[in-house]
Every structure is written in C-alpha cells, then in structure tokens.
DNA sequence: CAGTGGTCTAGACCACTGC
DNA sequence: CAGTGGTCTAGACCACTGC
C-alpha cells in the first residue's frame, strides 16, 4: 500500500543529503506521485531505500512535519497530509512576497529622516548608545492600487540608508545586501479602521477595515535591527499561516 | 566570557535529554541567568558539561533557535537573543489562552445544528460520503465583555458534540478529550469592519474594527476535522508571533 | 590557523499502537 | 506480539568565520 520513494541524491552536491530528500518529497507530493493521506513505508526501510542512515531521514522527515506536509504517529506510521496546505508563514517582507507572486510592487517614499531615536524606538530597537535611526514612511502599490502604508525604524550602524534606494528596492533586500543576517521577528497582527490619512493615500473610504502588523526583526548576531508599523488594505492583503503542533 | 550552564538532568525522567535541556536554558534566560546578548559556550563543551552526547545537545539547541530564543552562526558561536521574545505562535484554541491567562472566558453557544454539511463546507473538510457536521456560533466573553464572534463546523464521525458542552467547555478542549490530536492548522488573519448584527453582540459601534480568522485544523491522521470563522473585537484582542528563518 | 556550528553514519534501546 | 516512530550515543569529516 505504501508508496516508494523515487528521489535521486547526489552526494557530491552541495545541498545536504536531508534537504536534498525534503525537496524530493515536496516534489511527490505536489506532482501527485504522494497522493494526499497516503502512507509512507516506515523510516527504516525509506532510509535503506536512499541508501541514507536513519538519522539523515528522520531530520528530513522533522523538516517535512514541522512544514506540515506529513503527520507521523508512534507505533502506526507516516500519511501525507490530506489537506491542502499552504506556505508556512515565514520571515519575508512585503517586497519579496510581492515580486515572487509575479506582481510590480512599487513604492512611493512619503517621508524620509536620519537622526536620534525616540526613546520609545530606541528602547524597542534597545539602541546603544551613539546610534541613531533612520525613520521613514513608504506606501507600496501593486499594479497601480495602494496596498500598504509603512512606518519603520532601522538602526544606522547597518546600513547607509537613502531615499531612493528605498524607492527602488524593498527595504529587507537593501539591509541583506548590506550583509544583514536576519534571523527572527516578532510581529503582531491586528485591525483599525482608517483614518482620514490613511484613507486618502490607500484610496479606500475612511473608516474602511484595515489590516495592522507591527514587527520587529533580529538579525544573526540578536540585535534588533528593524521596527515597524504597517497598515494593510484589508480588501487587499491577508496573513495566511499553517500552524504546526510542537 | 560564555556563561557555564548549571542545568539539572535526571536520567530517570520520562522527559527527554534534550528536552530538560531545553527548558533548563529557557528558565536561566527567564530567571536572568543567562543575559540577553550573552553568549554561551560551544556545543561539545556544553555537551560534556551536561554529560549528554553532542547531537543531544544539538537537538535542544535548535529548539530554542527555532523557539527564537538563540541565535547560532557558523564559525562563530551561539548567542542569547537579545531582545525579548513573545511566546511563538502555537496551535492553541482561545479557550485554553484566555484559562492560562488566568481569565475566566464565559461562552454564549448562539446557534447549533447538526446534519449534512454544505458544499463549501464539505469540500474544504473533505469529507466523505455520509459524513456530517455540527454547524454552530458561539459569542466568547472575558469578565462579562465579549470579545470574539466564532462560527464553526466540525465533522460528526469524531466526536459527539452538545449545546450544553460547548457552553462550559472550549471546543479544542472537547475535541482533544474525545481523543482528537491535532496536529497543524491552516489559518488566514484578516481585518473588517463591525456590520449591526456583530456590533450588538460584541457590543461595539457599527463599523467598528474587528480582527478576522479562518481556520482548518488537521488531526494526527491527517483529517480535516475543524474549520472555523472568528471575528474578535480588534481594541481587545491581535495574534502574537515570532518568526524563525529558515 | 584555531574555533565554531553543520552534516552524516551505524548502531542501540525504548514507548506506543493495533492486532 | 510485531511494527512503528522517539531518543540517545560516540564518533567522523566538513564549511565557514575571524584573526
């Protein structure tokens, strides 16, 4: 009943041996040679099968639960999910989000500063003393219609900031190419109703629903290195996660 | 410079090694034994401080990076985050957040049905032939303010489900006593604004801002066995996270 | 170059499940 | 009871970082 796997793994890749076995699954799963709740053979045999040692298969097989494409049980075995599942939610900016799904992002700089911070922004950012901010406000549009409405902070010992780098790129792919690491963010997702501001530059009617995501994200050596208010069209934009049980 | 860790094991606990390691540095980063920003030994050091194996030292630390805890980078060390990290956001129902928050949450069940499922409904469970639902709505308060409007089906072939019990228990909780383990969840965040009906019961002003939630949870066997719509008054309630890179 | 985390192996023993 | 995933060990070799 259960499905043999049918991955190549090249050995003399660069790609880890467990990654290269994520892939290969994820690529059963969405060609449809994994069909939805069916049962892989046990980890044992899958790892004989690749000619991979059992820890190598189970840390594939972890990817693969943790991502929510499988779900295993002690004592009876490995299914495929049987649900559709969609991307885990993941540290990404709008930009990226936006330029992967083929769409034109562009942004519009509406306010652009470099100084000290505000105590309440540098006690978020937890700034050392002597380092400053840049502070600033960008509306993204897709195709023409207003999208989001962006406040951020980033500190200035990342990165030289400008305002038509900001136009012209998404601000995570300036700070990454600068050499930021980014590792983590804590954001929190909410609703407001716009106001008038914020309705005329969104082009919606005041008191529309928007939807409102703050963050701020740390890179790979725990600084936070960037704080920000964001205000969504809620007609528009939406968070879409899968959940996955620890 | 690295702060040794001073971590009890019990190797006749059913808890596991790295498990008791994982909650040992969450309690010293709780407690401020372990700082923010401070860095901590190498792994085959803290291995043998531990007497624990280093792929079970391993296993604990890539928890607490994925958990958002530790930051970790190749050639260089392993660091604690040095900004304050909100609980991840786990697959976890209202109920059970608002009873840990030391709430105590109060449920009006306003509708319940039980019988065929509608298409849509059958199609995103999908269920199969003969399968039915419960079908209700039910007005979640916290110290006599209402604070969320949720409407639910759940498939009937696990659990049998009560007006009576849905008033005095969490439906997560309910589910879980039958015997459902859920495994992960699809769920999509979103914004509106209040219409008349969900104003008076949530008792806000028309058009006032709501938070909106779909979600599809998955059980161990990889069935769909919930899907809900919840609208929580957005001046009381928004979803916390913390992002891991991948 | 020394120090660090990342990957991989070949085992062992155990806990849980369903018959 | 047989079959499954869960935990754990003691190594090995490698890639990357910063000096």
């Given at each position: ?8 793994i ?46 190598t ?13 499988l ?20 540290l ?56 989001a ?15 038509v ?28 109703v ?53």
């Amino acid at each position: 009943m259960a499905t043999a796997l049918n991955i190549p793994i090249d050995r003399s890749s660069p790609v880890p041996l467990y990654h290269q076995v994520v892939q290969g699954i994820e690529g059963m799963i969405r060609s449809g040679a994994l069909e939805p709740g069916s049962k892989l053979e046990n980890e044992i045999e899958l790892a004989a099968q690749l000619n991979l040692s059992r820890p190598t298969m189970r840390k594939a097989m972890d990817e693969l639960v943790r991502a929510g494409l499988l779900v295993r049980k002690r004592g009876v075995g490995t299914q495929v999910v049987a649900s559709q599942v969609r991307r885990h939610l993941e540290l990404s900016s709008l930009f990226d989000d936006l330029a992967r799904g083929g769409k034109a992002p562009a942004t519009r700089v509406l306010s652009f500063r470099h100084g000290p911070a505000e105590p309440e922004i540098a006690e978020t950012l937890q700034l050392p003393p002597g380092v400053g901010v840049y502070h600033f406000t960008r509306l993204r549009s897709v195709d023409e219609k207003p999208l989001a409405l962006m406040e951020n902070w980033v500190r200035d010992d990342v990165a030289e900031l400008t305002e038509v780098g900001l136009r012209d790129h998404g601000m995570y792919q300036i700070l990454r190419d600068a050499g930021v690491n980014f590792r983590l963010a804590n954001q929190r997702i909410g609703a407001a109703v716009a106001d008038a501001h914020q309705a005329e530059l969104l082009e919606v009617a005041a008191g529309s629903a928007l939807v409102t995501m703050e963050r701020t994200a740390v890179d790979d050596t725990g600084r936070s290195v960037e704080t920000g208010r964001h205000a969504y069209r809620a007609d528009s934009y939406s968070f879409e996660m899968t959940l996955v049980q620890r």
